[in-house]
């Protein structure tokens, strides 16, 4: 069955501290799909970035990388240099490909929250 | 383009009142997905059209729900005889068919059922 897990449930840290949002998943396909989003407190999902079963390749971009481990079936977000910006939900999500309806299934979401 | 628009943004209505949603996609989405999100959790697929056809249905899409999309541009969702436990945000995405570069999420219709 396919599950997304966010553990963290809220993480608060200080302006300019690094932070890390976990993320395991469970699926039995074999093509997937890795996503996060970010929901500030207007709602909105503002998408972050996506990566394939096959592209284990960190990204960097900006303050913010993502880990992906199949090994582990992780795919950890981390944060550099927080900034009270930065204070949302933010969830990741899975999406498998042999449905053919590219649905998400999400994770409960971390709530963030930089200080200042 | 101004991206996914849903209407209203607030939805308040007394217990067995009947709403409707509005979502209008990206206008080249072919794809038009809905959530539903309650508090504290992350949203849950509800249905997805693909043009005009409804191709997938959530179990959680009860008899008293309903979508269509006429012409595959906008879609709607109504909500028969409300109930306390369909308070929650309605969310509406849209995407390419066979693009997995991820979808463009509304901001959603908030639904409180007093």
């Known amino acids: 069955a396919q599950k997304v897990t966010q553990a963290q449930t809220e993480i608060s840290v200080v302006e300019k501290e690094d932070v890390t949002l976990d993320c395991v998943y469970e699926?039995?396909?074999?093509?997937?799909?890795l996503f996060w989003y970010k929901q500030p407190p207007s709602g909105e999902l503002v998408f972050l970035i996506r990566r394939n079963s096959f592209d284990e390749q960190n990204e960097i971009s900006g303050r913010y990388s993502w880990n992906f481990q199949k090994s582990t079936s992780s795919f950890n977000f981390t944060i550099t240099a927080s900034q009270v910006v930065d204070s949302a939900v933010y969830f990741c999500?899975?999406?498998?490909?042999?449905?053919?309806?590219?649905?998400?299934?999400f994770g409960t979401g971390t709530r963030l929250k930089v200080l200042a | 383009d101004t991206g996914v628009s849903q209407d209203p943004r607030h939805k308040i209505t007394k217990r067995g009142q009947n709403v409707t949603f509005r979502c209008d996609p990206i206008?080249?989405?072919?794809?038009l997905y809905w959530y539903r999100q309650t508090l504290g959790q992350g949203p849950e697929f509800l249905t997805y059209?693909?043009?005009?056809?409804?191709?997938?249905k959530s179990r959680l899409l009860s008899d008293r729900f309903s979508a269509e999309r006429p012409k595959g541009s906008f879609s709607t969702l109504e909500i028969q005889r409300t109930e306390q436990g369909d308070s929650a945000m309605y969310l509406c995405?849209?995407?390419?068919?066979?693009?997995?570069?991820?979808?463009?999420f509304g901001s959603g219709t908030r639904l409180t059922v007093v």
């Open positions: 699926t039995r396909d074999t093509t997937y799909y």
């Open positions: 206008s080249e989405h072919n794809r």
């Open positions: 999500a899975l999406s498998e490909a042999q449905s053919g309806t590219y649905k998400y299934i």
């Open positions: 995405a849209s995407s390419l068919a066979n693009s997995h570069y991820g979808y463009t």
């Open positions: 059209f693909q043009n005009e056809a409804q191709l997938e």
